[in-house]
């Protein structure tokens, strides 16, 4: 079992920044990738960016394009999201999650820590 805790939410203003941590109880060995979803009030959750445990490939999806970057620290087996520019829109709980090699599905998750944004 992996365990994922994530920390670092809270609240903002429109145009400042968080970095939300998530740390996993276990080695990259065991996953592939490491991800961030989110899910607002009403609405579905939905990818917010992912990266592999060992390489430099991430992916980030549209809307945070050139505002959030997705990094790691595989000696403490964190993965970090820097949120910058953030717009009100952006305000959800944020979910932690890591998919194992060989699985199309992300099956790990933490239990979320809340972002939201001012305006």
């Known amino acids: 079992q992996v365990q994922l805790v994530e920390s670092g939410g809270g609240l903002v203003q429109a145009g400042g920044s968080l970095r939300l941590s998530c740390a996993a109880s276990t080695s990259g060995s065991t996953l592939s990738d490491m991800g961030w979803f989110r899910q607002a009030p009403g609405k579905e959750r939905e990818f917010v960016a992912r990266?592999?445990?060992?390489?430099?490939?991430?992916y980030n999806a549209d809307s945070v394009k050139g505002r959030f970057t997705i990094s790691r620290d595989n000696v403490k087996n964190t993965v970090y999201l820097q949120m910058n520019s953030l717009k009100p829109e952006d305000t959800a709980v944020y979910y932690c999650?890591?998919?194992?090699?060989?699985?199309?599905?992300?099956?790990?998750w933490g239990q979320g820590t809340q972002v939201t944004v001012s305006s």
């Open positions: 990266i592999r445990w060992s390489g430099d490939s991430t």
């Open positions: 999650a890591a998919r194992r090699p060989g699985y199309l599905e992300f099956d790990y």
